[in-house]
Nanobody
Framework: QLQLVESGGGLVQPGGSLRLSCAAS????????IGWFRQAPGKEREGVLC????????NVADSVKGRFTGSKDNAKNTAYLQMDSLKPEDTAVYYC??????????????WGQGTQVTVSS
């Protein structure tokens, strides 16, 4: 089974920080890109950024540029989304998904449960 499980969401004040985790099982992150997506209620799901198989962030959305950073720890088979300077507009359910390459499609066309991030004072 190829599976990714998101965690680390929660309530944070505007300007605060949060780090989300994406734990992989059934495959190794070495040969895959990990895309981070988010979806607010009533809104379309949007791409946030993608972590390449080599560990760099790419395809960073303009809305989060300079504030969000992707990374991964191959030893833990886990990818991360570091979110700084959070804004209320960042409130959404965040999802991660495997890509064959960050420049290409997701491996599967289904989504996990995601993790809720709420930015509010």
């Amino acid at each position: 089974q190829l599976q990714l499980v998101e965690s680390g969401g929660g309530l944070v004040q505007p300007g605060g920080s949060l780090r989300l985790s994406c734990a992989a099982s059934g495959f190794t992150l070495n040969y895959y890109g990990i895309g981070w997506f988010r979806q607010a209620p009533g809104k379309e799901r949007e791409g946030v950024l993608c972590i390449s198989s080599s560990g760099g962030s790419t395809n960073v959305a303009d809305s989060v540029k300079g504030r969000f950073t992707g990374s991964k720890d191959n030893a833990k088979n886990t990818a991360y989304l570091q979110m700084d300077s959070l804004k209320p507009e960042d409130t959404a359910v965040y999802y991660c998904a495997p890509h064959y390459y960050c420049s290409g499609p997701r491996v599967y066309d289904y989504w996990g449960q995601g993790t809720q991030v709420t930015v509010s004072s």
